[in-house]
């Protein structure tokens, strides 16, 4: 597996301890971190216009929207990527493969903003799909790739096997190759959704709402309050989510390769 | 046990297989016919396309050209899933599904073949005591927490689960240490005598094919038949220098693990006596015999001391004199066995039947002998 590593995605750094010890503590720090700066915020003498922006519903309904759009992007990267992955490993495919790898890489190179505006220009639609579509191309190439090299990793005796033994193709990927790539594919998916909760504070531009609502706000009144709250929102966000992706690689990956 | 399939005839021919791009083909026209119940090894050198045509059995590869039956149907116009469902595969690493239960690996096959559970778990455990494994302990284990001999064993398990009349081995005990592939041939060995299935088993192993098969196939490039034969016609009569190469040196040192004690004739001249003889007719006898040794024998005439003459002095009865008899043979052990009971003994080896009675006894000339009679015979 040498050879691929560079290629792969993995979270996974330092002892098992130490990664327990972040299982632990990364939602602590979230929790707090958020909770630290709602209450600077809000003992804060808040100004009207400020309060505009600064209210419990409000960020509880731009929190919502950003979760949702997550939500949106992770039900497309995951209904695109693993099954082109998928179908990019099978022998008859291994021509093209290069082809959507590199759109993918285009993808995630391209500016995330560019992206979607670009989109909004090409179909003039607005809302959370509007944004999520773009968005979910942008974060497609960690698990397309993740999905790739977690199938091309799998040691090719064990698939001989499995058709040796009787197995059909569809039935060797089902029961053979997809379980064996899943941890891959759960990592790739964690830096997806990383990137995803991210990259939504841009949903605002065309009317997705988010987080970004809150960032824009207090940008352009000018208010350091307004804005940090919203930033701080997102990272705790986007920490919560990456733990949870920590979560599924842990307890989600096939018990035989613990 | 319950039920088993034994093996049926395979046969191969004309089997070919090119590779587009490439000159020449892979195997050349491969004509063989497979005995039903036997141990057949493909053996030969790396690259000599004896995997291939293994492979080509239960069409992993598919033959360019040629026919194939097993058992009289032909195995190129079924399904290739079906058809393999029907031939157990084993193969080098054991290939175990790293993420399954040893349980679930076993049962792979009567799953596909759609057995109701019931008879799937109670056919995982029937399958794991006959590989000698405690289905108890080893049931829920996954592969990795399995030694290399024991994934291997598993691996035969998951091949036999659906009992199936043919059995592919690629090289199956290349990979583990040799104290282990030693265990793992006695055991395959054992299994086979219990099964008689059809088994076609791959190796470069030379000295693994004559413990193992009962026909040995020496291959040479293209999967070209240098020789198919037993192994002590092969042993005894290389056909050409290149099998002869294959051979190695000892050919005649493991031709003598081949052949019985039961094979060569023995000497049954020896004088014997019983406990109750008086040492003075022993000597006696002996003496007219015109030899020096005496074999004393207990009540149920098995071997118990040998007596010089020398020791037959006066006293009434043969009891505590003599010398044991050291290493024993049955007529079962190999003459190899015997060879070594010889050196140990410096002449003669005593030889016992199955309930453990004197028989005769075997000496260097009649292994000897042995060895040149079968040099003729396949000559």
Redesign the interface.
């Known amino acids: 597996m040498s050879n691929v590593t560079d290629a792969v995605l993995t979270v996974s750094s330092g002892s098992r301890r130490a990664e327990l010890l972040r299982l632990f503590l990364q939602p602590i720090a979230a929790v707090v971190l958020v909770a630290a700066v709602l209450i600077w915020a809000f003992s804060q003498d808040l100004d009207a216009i400020e309060v505009v922006s600064l209210n419990r519903e409000t960020l509880l309904d731009s929190t919502w929207q950003h979760v949702l759009i997550t939500l949106a992007v992770t039900v497309l990267v995951v209904a695109v990527a693993i099954p082109l992955g998928v179908v990019l490993t099978r022998g008859w495919a291994r021509r093209i493969a290069p082809i959507f790898v590199g759109i993918a890489t285009i993808g995630q190179a391209a500016p995330a903003i560019g992206v979607v505006v670009l989109y909004f220009m090409w179909t003039e639609q607005e809302g959370l799909w509007a944004a999520a579509v773009p968005l979910a191309f942008v974060s497609l190439l960690p698990v397309l790739r993740n999905t790739m090299v977690g199938i091309q990793q799998i040691d090719p005796a064990l698939v001989d096997a499995g058709r040796g033994i009787g197995m059909s193709a569809f039935t060797v990927l089902r029961r053979v190759e997809l379980p064996l790539a899943v941890p891959l594919i759960l990592a790739g998916l964690r830096t997806s959704l990383v990137l995803a909760v991210g990259t939504a504070t841009l949903a605002l531009f065309v009317n997705g709402g988010g987080l970004g609502f809150v960032i824009d706000s207090g940008y352009k009144v000018a208010r350091t309050t307004v804005l940090l709250t919203g930033a701080t929102l997102a990272v705790g966000l986007a920490l919560m989510v990456d733990w949870l992706g920590a979560l599924a690689e842990r307890y989600l990956g096939p018990k035989g390769l613990r | 046990m319950p039920e088993q399939t034994s093996g049926v005839e395979i046969q191969l021919d004309g089997i070919t297989k090119r590779y587009p791009g490439q000159r020449d083909p892979a195997v050349d026209s491969f004509t063989m016919t497979i005995n039903p119940g036997e141990t057949t090894i493909f053996v030969g050198p790396s690259g000599c396309g004896k995997t291939t045509t293994m492979r080509m059995i ?1 069409r ?1 590869i598919e033959p360019t050209a040629g026919r194939i039956t097993i058992g009289g149907d032909d195995a190129l116009s079924l399904n290739a ?6 031939i ?2 084993a ?3 054991a ?7 040893v349980a679930q690996n076993v049962g ?2 009567p799953g ?1 073949l759609k057995w109701d559970k019931k008879k799937i778990a109670d056919r995982v455990e029937e399958m794991l005591t006959l590989v000698g494994m405690d289905p108890g302990e080893f049931l829920d284990r ?3 927490q399995l030694s290399g001999g024991q994934q291997q064993r598993v691996g035969v398990a ?2 036999l689960a659906a009992d199936p009349p043919v059995l ?1 081995m690629d090289e199956p005990f290349g990979a583990v240490d040799p104290i282990t592939r030693g265990n793992l041939q006695d055991e395959l060995m054992r299994l086979q005598s219990e099964l008689r299935k059809t088994i076609v088993f791959v190796t470069h192993d030379f000295g693994e094919a004559v413990k193992l098969g009962d026909k040995i196939a020496v291959l040479g490039n293209q999967s070209r038949i240098l020789q198919y034969d037993t192994p002590e016609a092969i042993l005894a009569n290389p056909a050409d220098d290149t099998v002869a190469g294959f051979v190695g040196a000892g050919a005649s040192l493991k031709q003598l693990t081949l052949q019985r004690v039961r094979d060569v004739e023995l000497n049954t001249s020896v004088p014997t006596a019983t406990e109750d003889e008086t040492p003075a007719s022993v000597r006696q006898r002996i003496e007219a015999d015109g030899r020096t040794f005496a074999l004393v024998l207990d009540g149920q005439g098995r071997p118990l001391r040998w007596v010089h003459k020398r020791q037959l002095g006066g006293g009434d009865s043969l009891v505590g004199i003599g010398s044991p008899v050291g290493d024993l043979v049955t007529v079962q052990s190999t003459l190899q066995d015997a060879l070594e009971a010889i050196l140990q003994e410096g002449g003669d080896a005593v030889v016992t039947g199955s309930r453990g009675e004197y028989v005769g006894t075997v000496q260097l000339d009649a292994v000897v002998g042995r060895i040149r009679e079968l040099r003729e015979e396949h000559s």
């Open positions: 239960n992993l899933d079906t058809l393999r469902r029907r157990g595969y193969i080098q690493q290939g175990l599904f790293p993420h399954l239960t792979v096959v596909l996954f592969p990795r998951r091949a592919l």
